[in-house]
């Protein structure tokens, strides 16, 4: 099933000396279950594809489906709500929340979407065992090292049960054992829940993994290579 | 709209965890969040504190006005408050404080007669306002009996004794025993004359009224300006209750018609234009502490939202809508406000029962607070409902301070605050 949908993509940032098409006619679609990498050079377009996916940015041209729902005709309040039940976001700087601890972090988002509680106590536990967190619940981001931290805030993207997840450069923090262990918890998540990852990054740790790997570049797609 | 209304809901629903998570906030920074914490409870005791004051200060001036001076009721002739003459008097006087006295909520009733005159000592003279009194009743009514500093109160002085204050005994510089002369006209024109022994001297916070009043025996004053001793020239009424004075002013003026019948309120309008002026003059000093205190607020809450804007853009992008962004920046700034508020208070409630014990002594003004009719130890009041107040517009002021940042915390866009490097 087709999750995914874009059509003609283009970005163009007007700057006032300078005009950069970040995105060039970008079509592409992601099925239910993806495990993909966009790569390529820094300034080739990956996080602004991924922020125009994600509903963070407006393209200026073409479109973006999201399970039969073009995204661009959403009005600003209903786009929020969109994203809250429909994408995960995994950051590059982890993002958490600093006030609130592992448990809260992830129990976040399914407050802001209104689940009653038996079923966001129960969710909770099970994402932060599933990421290899369960002795950490209760402590603060602070408290968690930068791997640990990238964990929660996976268990936080995917707690919403998303349709998708966009990962910009999750690894790029992370030393080797950790992003290794982080790709490992996310491609079982990704078999167990079936959600779809979609990943920026220039690691070629993570492009390793990937099932699908994107490369652009100048905003444009050179190369589209699903592996088995 | 029905979708608005829905989220709208949800949002509450998601309150707890939003209170939670605002409260948490504000000690992200504890050092600020302390200074504009200590800068709250510092205004807030001091308005507290000022405002407990000013009321202990209005209540002692009310409760001297009422019980050494005007008591609740005074009823008159006609005429008598425009031009104070001795012909209008009340006849049948004492019938009247009779039927006054048998009333429910009244709890004493005396007769009073009153003569302007010239008191003189072997010195020098002044002039006075004569008041005739019946020692007995007089005691029921009014608290004068205990106010005596020197001398008694009407006892032991056989003849024509007199009850003087202090501020006029220094004046006429005479002590007790000390005799003096009263001058003063008749009911029918001719001027008399008649020498007093002083029996007492009081002393009250009212200076001016030391200096102006004196007290003698009704019998003593009627038989000299030639009136009949059942009639006076002023009634005045001690009520069980403050409250039902004007109830009980109505009843009795619709039954007197033929009386001027007036609460202490009307007596001394300066008096209870204290009590009502208090409240004015508090909202507005509070009003000013709270408007500078706003600025602190407003700058404490824009940099909390500067700091975070990388959080804020993260709260969004993963579907924090706007209502809940400004309700969480509002509940810190409220929170901030109200725990500044709740410390002040306390600090301010400690103060005042502190100072309620051993007073404020403002000996060093004496001379003008007296003048004015205050006491020169002042023992603050404290009052829930002052509490409540102050609560109310410190959250007031929380709110509007709120605005401002909270709309521009509302106006980041999600993609650009992730980029940020705070």
């Keep these: 099933m087709k999750v995914i949908d874009i059509k003609n993509l283009t970005k163009i940032y007007n700057d006032s000396e300078y005009k950069v098409n970040a995105l060039n006619g970008i079509d592409l679609s992601f099925e239910e279950g993806e495990f993909a990498a966009v790569v390529g050079p820094s300034g080739s377009g990956k996080t602004t594809l991924l922020n125009i996916i994600g509903g963070l940015d407006q393209p200026s041209d073409g479109e973006v489906i999201i399970d039969h729902t073009n995204i661009k005709e959403l009005k600003s309040s209903k786009l929020i709500d969109f994203r809250l039940r429909n994408i995960g976001f995994v950051f590059q700087a982890y993002n958490l929340i600093p006030v609130l601890t592992a448990r809260e972090n992830v129990e976040f988002i399914m407050h802001l979407q209104g689940r009653p509680k038996a079923e966001r106590e129960k969710r909770v536990k099970d994402l932060l065992a599933a990421v290899g967190l369960s002795d950490r619940i209760d402590s603060r981001p602070a408290k968690l090292s930068g791997g640990q931290q990238q964990r929660v805030a996976v268990a936080r993207a995917l707690a919403s049960k998303p349709k998708f997840i966009l990962a910009d450069e999750p690894t790029a923090n992370l030393d080797s054992k950790s992003a290794e262990n982080l790709l490992d918890i996310m491609e079982k998540l990704n078999k167990e829940e079936k959600t779809t990852f979609i990943f920026s990054t220039h690691d070629a740790r993570v492009v390793k993994k990937a099932r699908r790997v994107i490369t652009i570049e100048d905003g444009r797609v050179v190369s589209d290579e699903v592996r088995k | ?422």
């Design chain 2, 1 to 422: 709209m029905l979708y608005e209304l829905k989220k709208l809901i949800n949002n509450l629903k998601f309150n707890d965890m939003l209170w939670s998570v605002a409260w948490r906030n504000i000690w992200r920074s504890k050092v600020r969040s302390l200074v504009i914490l200590s800068a709250l409870a510092i205004g807030i005791f001091a308005g507290v504190l000022t405002w407990a004051v000013y009321e202990g200060m209005a209540i002692q001036r009310v409760n001297s006005a009422i019980k050494t001076e005007a008591s609740h009721i005074q009823l008159h002739h006609k005429k008598y408050m425009e031009n104070p003459d001795v012909k209008y008097f009340i006849s049948n006087s004492n019938n009247i404080r009779e039927q006054i006295d048998s009333m429910a909520g009244v709890k004493a009733v005396t007769v009073r007669v009153i003569v302007n005159a010239m008191i003189a000592s072997a010195e020098t003279g002044s002039g006075v306002q004569i008041v005739g009194i019946v020692p007995e009743d007089e005691r029921q009514v009014t608290n004068l009996y205990e106010k005596i500093v020197e001398g008694a109160y009407f006892d032991g002085t056989r003849r024509n004794p007199i009850v003087i204050g202090k501020k006029i005994a220094e004046k006429l510089n005479v002590n007790v025993r000390s005799k003096v002369v009263l001058t003063m006209q008749q009911m029918d024109g001719e001027i008399t004359r008649a020498q007093f022994k002083v029996a007492g001297i009081y002393k009250i916070a009212n200076s001016v009224y030391e200096e102006m009043t004196v007290f003698v025996k009704n019998t003593d004053l009627t038989s000299l300006i030639g009136m009949d001793n059942t009639s006076g020239h002023e009634i005045a009424v001690l009520l069980e209750d403050d409250r039902t004075c004007n109830d009980i002013k109505d009843k009795l003026s619709a039954r007197y018609n033929n009386l001027d019948v007036k609460s202490w309120k009307e007596i001394m309008p300066e008096v209870s234009l204290v009590e009502e002026s208090i409240d004015i003059s508090m909202y507005l000093i509070l009003g000013i502490i709270l408007f500078a205190l706003l600025f602190g607020i407003i700058n404490t809450m824009l940099m909390a939202v500067l700091e975070r804007v990388k959080e804020l853009g993260m709260l969004m992008a993963v579907g924090m809508n706007k209502i809940r962004v400004f309700t969480m920046i509002m509940l810190e700034t409220v929170f901030l406000a109200i725990t500044g508020c709740i410390i002040g208070i306390i600090l301010g409630y400690l103060f005042t029962v502190l100072l309620m014990k051993t007073g404020i002594d403002l000996s060093t003004w004496s001379e003008a607070y007296e003048r004015l009719g205050y006491d020169t130890v002042i023992y603050p009041v404290p009052d829930v409902l002052i509490a409540v107040k102050v609560t109310i517009m410190v959250f007031l002021t929380g709110l509007i301070a709120a605005i401002y940042p909270a709309i521009k915390a509302l106006k980041l866009k999600p993609a650009e605050a992730l980029r940020t490097d705070i």
